[in-house]
T-cell receptor, first 114, second 111 residues
Framework: AQSVTQPDIHITVSEGASLELRCNYS??????LFWYVQSPGQGLQLLLKYFSGDTLVQGIKGFEAEFKRSQSSFNLRKPSVHWSDAAEYFC????????????FGQGTELSVKP | DTAVSQTPKYLVTQMGNDKSIKCEQNLGHDTMYWYKQDSKKFLKIMFS???????INETVPNRFSPKSPDKAHLNLHINSLELGDSAVYFC??????????FGPGTRLTVT
């Protein structure tokens, strides 16, 4: 069965420091992979997606993620975190033959220290 | 322009009542979804519709009944509300099975 694991429930980084949020998935075929961000009291905003092709994908707000098939990972990175990046981040996996069903990870809460 | 909108944003009601949540998208997408986010922020799909046809029904109690009058709308009706139904419900839409765009959510509180 498909599953997504985000090992870090909560991460705190200093403003200006680099960030990496981990995501591991379990899926038999090549998955569709997504990162979403949720600010308090808000909906989910799509940061970036991977369907195929270049394994390093660029997203909005300066985020990028790298698909590593051998490690079943899709980690999210940002070189320099801003205070406004404080939010909940969700990794999700989907597949073309599953009617669009997304399986979400548990989420990682990011706090940013001034 | 709001891409995916939901009404109401907040819904407080008593156990046993029946309530509806409405969702509309103006993105021209053909697939719409309902997700439930529990108190631990875990997101789980409930239903999806493609061109008004039910595609996904994820072991949701039959007290929950989605209705899609057209491709741009997907409503969720809940009968006989229970305490455990308290959650944030998100509507989303996509073109086919590609990336999904989410609405702002409806926080349902059952007392």
């Amino acid at each position: 069965a498909q599953s997504v694991t985000q090992p870090d429930i909560h991460i705190t980084v200093s403003e200006g420091a680099s960030l990496e949020l981990r995501c591991n998935y379990s899926y038999g075929a090549t998955p569709y992979l997504f990162w979403y961000v949720q600010s308090p009291g808000q909906g989910l905003q799509l940061l970036l997606k991977y369907f195929s092709g270049d394994t390093l994908v660029q997203g909005i707000k300066g985020f990028e993620a790298e698909f590593k098939r051998s490690q079943s990972s899709f980690n999210l990175r940002k070189p320099s975190v801003h205070w406004s990046d404080a939010a909940e981040y969700f990794c999700a996996v989907g597949a073309n033959n599953q009617g669009g069903k997304l399986i979400f990870g548990q989420g990682t809460e990011l706090s940013v220290k001034p | 322009d709001t891409a995916v909108s939901q009404t109401p944003k907040y819904l407080v009601t008593q156990m046993g009542n029946d309530k509806s949540i409405k969702c509309e998208q103006n993105l021209g997408h053909d697939t719409m979804y309902w997700y439930k986010q529990d108190s631990k922020k875990f997101l789980k799909i409930m239903f999806s519709y493609n061109n008004k046809e039910l595609i996904i029904n994820e072991t949701v109690p039959n007290r929950f009944s989605p209705k899609s009058p057209d491709k741009a709308h997907l409503n969720l009706h809940i009968n006989s509300l229970e305490l455990g139904d308290s959650a944030v419900y998100f509507c989303a839409s996509s073109f086919s099975t590609y990336e999904q765009y989410f609405g702002p959510g409806t926080r349902l509180t059952v007392t």
